[in-house]
């Protein structure tokens, strides 16, 4: 490494995060706690009108609710949380954001504004009502579909920035191994671009016909194209929930993280097996082979196993650093853990989470079962488990350091604490809300329905109490929103000035070398893109050789 890079990175490690970077980061974070803000609010209203207490106004429907919810949450707070976290942390162990990258990662801050201003506008005018899957036929305003483009765009401009700081670090440290951090965002970003890829082919499909320049288009394609990405989508936010996982929690809880050999293997596989997954969402879709459906499913399950390794290699993580500090007995070691720190609380529930969340992907993912959940409430509660709990919680936990780190303030008891009654009262209105809608799944709900009780037939009449206890939680959940947000703008604007660490556990000291071959990106995304060929390139020819008659747009509400 160069002399003056390597005092570079020194001195950011010992003074903290520079003023421009710090900034990046901070506007990000913003944009992500007033999008859980106000798709808290929509989340409150449809959990109360599912409940049946609520009506909403002509001028207000459900689908526009469900439309904004789930872009607000799944696209803009989980995108805008992962890359201002994911900056901050290049910044911090790549010795800075390059002048260039930052001015990229500003562009693309405002072209995902841009574009989520250009989207929302029809959403708001009840142009747009089609769902953050917008699948065709369904139609939405074009404008919809030009403002998700923008929202691409920018998102691209964050992954190649990110990119070109870890090229240029790698070129002044040659031989040395990524720091773990940037490991894990060089697999994220690399994942979003090309797993955005088949979903902007979609776009661009769509919107010459929305427009009506194109009398039709190809359903069973845009719903392939658009669960390629989608599917990838939510591993990506996984993804990042494990970076903090590995990377940061055995620090806080006073550890050394798990085998650094381990830890790649795992992000590699997560980010090789990914996008080939996407079928497992169109399991009951007709005219794909069963062949191809069961290679999805294959894929599908295959993630299981860096998840299980995952698993295996936290709790190894917590029973050692407990033993360490005098925690004995077969499970008496888990007092030792420090319960008390938000930092460290939120994610550990976020892991538990992931228990049954990855069942229930199991469950959905296996042909028989899915016929039975297949678009009932189950599935919602699934992934209000898996995003809204296990991710969404692990970036609440962050939130406790990371906004102090860039903020240069410190985390005080007093807001800790809150951290933790927001922390319990999320998982009770979680387990009350995810529970009510696994079970209410169960006895047939529909997802994506409005209150209705079907001219008071007995088996709507039956979902009724389920759809109470989905209500209560979401009103649970509604009060951790808001305090959550708080806690992010208190760290932000009013707590104390300080210094605060970026935690890093270090490895082991016993701990083996770290293959150089785990540094091979380039292969990686070869062999990525070999298997995403495999997935999709059959499936695809055959849906556009052997296509049916297209669909001309058409709106459903
Ligand atoms: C205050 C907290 C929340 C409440 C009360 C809530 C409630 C709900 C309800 C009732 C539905 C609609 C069910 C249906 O009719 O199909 C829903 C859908 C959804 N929620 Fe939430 N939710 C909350 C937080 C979250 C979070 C944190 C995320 C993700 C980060 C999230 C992501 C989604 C998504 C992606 C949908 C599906 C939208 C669709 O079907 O198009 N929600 N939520
Ligand atoms: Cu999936």
Redo the contacts with the bound molecule.
Sequence with gaps: MGLGSALKQKANQALGIGVEDAKLTKSYLSVAFIA?LL???L??I??L??AGLLELPSWFT?YQV??A??IL??VV??AFFTIGYFYAGLSHTLGGILPKVRRMAWIGFWMKIVGIVIAVIPILLNQASV???FYPPMAASPYFYIGLVFIVLGIWMCAFGAFINVAHWRKNHKGEHLPILAFFATGVFVLLFFGSLPVTAEVLMIIPWAFGWVETINVMLSRTLFWAFGHTLVNI?YLTAVSAWYVVVPKIIGGRRFSDTLTRVVIIALVVMNITGGFHHQIIDPGISESVKFMHVFMSLAIGFPSLMTAYAMFRVFERTARATGGTGFLGWYKKLPWGDVRFLAPFIAMVAFIPGGIGGIVQSTNQLNQVVHNT?WV?GH??LT??VS??LTFFGISYWLIPYVSKRVLTPAINKLGIVMTWIWTV?MIF?SGA?HYVGLLGS?????YTTYGDHATALSWDPYLFF?AI???L??I??IIQVYAAFHLMFLAPIGETEFPIAKEEDDASKTPYWTERWGVWIVIMLVLVSMAYVLPIVDFIVNAPPGSPPIRSW
């Design positions: 859980l798709g808290g609010i989340g409150l449809q959990g009108n599912r459900y469900l439309t919810h789930g949450l799944v707070l989980s769902m953050f899957t936010w409430m919602v992934f209000h995003v809204g991710v969404v209105g809300m809608m529909p997802r994506r329905t409005s989905l939680g979401g009103t959940l509604m951790g929103v």
